[in-house]
């Protein structure tokens, strides 16, 4: 059955465009979309086509997901298999068999916030503007998007813990999308996945003064995130460092968005939770880049695959 193939009265204007397909950008997203169904549609619960109508974002990322999860052949669970909190909401999103355990996948697309709220991420083109203007990059904003996400689904899969629906031995993961600030997202380095949970500062590089080769590549500390709502009170930039994010085993993070995206394709990256109960292995999915912390002495060292 069509992705579209369903009638929502309050659905939005732009799911209702891709539904009219009437220009060729339009057609071609839809087509996309539908490619995109084929492989989530035997995992989707019955209400997935009507809240991607009015959750399009959201439920794009759970759909993009899961489709390069099974591209990757992982075994996830139909939601016929997936039980019920005793509050009769549903399960994690996404379960995958890994053995005698299950990988638990909880997807999010946070928004870009409030327009009272001064942590907004911000618009590159301002309403009222034609062309965008130079400003700071809203790294900061961003990180703050994704510890946000990051402990609102920490406190979701511990309910599910305490209801029995997470076993002793499986491992949760929280999937982050930038689907509503791709372009905010942007990096040319070190994802904002990863400086949100473990403590980088201003990238610095350092330079054979003989080849003008860079030779060399570090990070200053930083601890804290600022936020300009709460003065005084910053978000510590050390969630994969301590106790309290020890049940989550890392983050997926993605850029991809209903209008940039490709289905035989990702750009999924994901990062380790240095302090995790229940890490997965290294290469356990097809992972566009994968970022794991090394021992150190002295220092915090990531390292990049991929």
């Given at each position: 059955?069509?992705?579209?193939?369903?009638?929502?009265?309050?659905?939005?204007?732009?799911w209702?465009?891709?539904?009219?397909?009437?220009?060729?950008?339009?057609?071609?997203?839809?087509?996309?979309l539908?490619?995109?169904?084929?492989?989530?549609?035997?995992?989707?619960?019955?209400?997935?086509?009507?809240?991607?109508?009015?959750?399009?974002?959201?439920?794009?990322?759970?759909?993009?997901?899961?489709?390069?999860?099974?591209?990757?052949?992982?075994?996830?669970?139909?939601?016929?298999?997936i039980?019920r909190?005793?509050?009769?909401?549903?399960?994690?999103?996404?379960?995958?068999?890994?053995?005698?355990?299950v990988?638990?996948?909880?997807?999010?697309?946070?928004?870009?916030?409030?327009?009272?709220?001064?942590?907004?991420?911000?618009?590159?083109?301002?309403?009222?503007?034609?062309?965008?203007?130079?400003?700071?990059v809203?790294?900061?904003?961003?990180?703050?998007?994704?510890?946000?996400?990051?402990?609102?689904?920490?406190?979701?899969?511990?309910?599910?813990?305490?209801?029995?629906?997470?076993?002793?031995k499986?491992?949760?993961?929280?999937?982050?999308?930038?689907?509503?600030?791709?372009?905010?997202?942007?990096t040319?380095?070190?994802?904002?996945a990863?400086?949100?949970?473990?403590?980088f500062?201003?990238?610095?590089?350092?330079?054979?003064?003989?080849?003008?080769?860079?030779?060399?590549?570090?990070?200053?500390?930083?601890?804290?995130?600022?936020?300009?709502?709460?003065?005084?009170?910053?978000?510590q930039?050390t969630?994969?460092?301590?106790?309290?994010?020890?049940?989550?085993?890392?983050?997926?993070?993605?850029?991809?968005?209903?209008?940039?995206?490709?289905?035989?394709?990702?750009?999924l990256?994901?990062?380790?939770?240095?302090?995790?109960?229940?890490?997965?292995?290294?290469?356990?999915?097809?992972?566009?880049?994968?970022?794991?912390?090394?021992?150190?002495?002295?220092?915090?060292?990531?390292?990049?695959?991929?």
């Amino acid at each position: 059955m069509s992705l579209f193939d369903v009638e929502v009265p309050d659905a939005t204007v732009g799911w209702h465009n891709l539904k009219a397909a009437e220009s060729p950008t339009e057609s071609w997203m839809n087509a996309q979309l539908e490619r995109l169904w084929t492989y989530h549609e035997a995992n989707a619960d019955q209400a997935f086509r009507a809240e991607f109508a009015r959750q399009p974002d959201s439920r794009f990322w759970e759909m993009y997901l899961t489709a390069h999860l099974i591209r990757a052949r992982k075994r996830l669970l139909p939601r016929t298999e997936i039980a019920r909190c005793r509050n009769g909401d549903k399960g994690p999103d996404i379960g995958v068999r890994k053995g005698k355990r299950v990988i638990w996948i909880e997807a999010i697309a946070p928004a870009r916030g409030d327009r009272e709220n001064l942590d907004e991420v911000p618009e590159l083109v301002p309403s009222g503007t034609s062309q965008r203007l130079f400003r700071a990059v809203p790294r900061r904003e961003v990180e703050l998007r994704i510890t946000g996400a990051l402990y609102r689904k920490a406190l979701i899969f511990r309910r599910y813990r305490a209801d029995g629906i997470i076993g002793e031995k499986d491992s949760c993961i929280v999937a982050i999308s930038a689907a509503q600030f791709g372009p905010q997202a942007i990096t040319n380095g070190m994802p904002y996945a990863v400086s949100a949970v473990y403590p980088f500062g201003q990238e610095q590089f350092s330079i054979d003064r003989k080849t003008m080769k860079v030779v060399g590549r570090s990070f200053t500390f930083s601890g804290e995130i600022a936020r300009a709502a709460k003065p005084g009170e910053p978000i510590q930039r050390t969630a994969f460092q301590g106790d309290y994010f020890k049940d989550i085993s890392g983050i997926i993070w993605s850029r991809s968005t209903i209008g940039n995206f490709s289905v035989f394709n990702h750009d999924l990256v994901y990062v380790h939770n240095q302090s995790a109960d229940r890490p997965i292995p290294r290469g356990w999915a097809r992972w566009r880049e994968e970022y794991y912390p090394l021992p150190a002495a002295n220092m915090l060292q990531v390292r990049r695959r991929g």
